[in-house]
């Protein structure tokens, strides 16, 4: 079964959804089960977008991109210092 990758906008709407439904009185899981996630997955949402707001999730989910870009930039950096301070040093 393929996976759907879930939009941060589209998460914080269905967390909404399960809220309104719990408060009508159904049960996290049927709620859940309504919005077409696990009750896992709901919880692990739950855990990451509680409480934020769109245009947070937004700028959230840009800043672990531009954090993942500068995190590859600073590995490939220090991998090329040590190969130059290997060939520096005559060990090649």
Do not use: C
């Amino acid at each position: 079964m393929a996976r759907k990758q879930h939009k941060p906008e589209e998460i914080v709407a269905k967390l909404r959804q399960v809220e309104v439904l719990v408060g009508q009185g159904k049960t996290v899981a049927e709620g859940a089960r309504a919005i077409g996630v696990t009750e896992a997955t709901y919880y692990r949402w739950r855990a990451e977008y509680d409480g934020l707001k769109l245009d947070q999730v937004r700028r959230l989910k840009q800043l672990e991109q531009e954090n993942s870009r500068l995190r590859r930039a600073v590995s490939d950096l220090t991998l090329e210092k040590l190969i130059l301070k290997e060939a520096a040093s005559g060990n090649f």
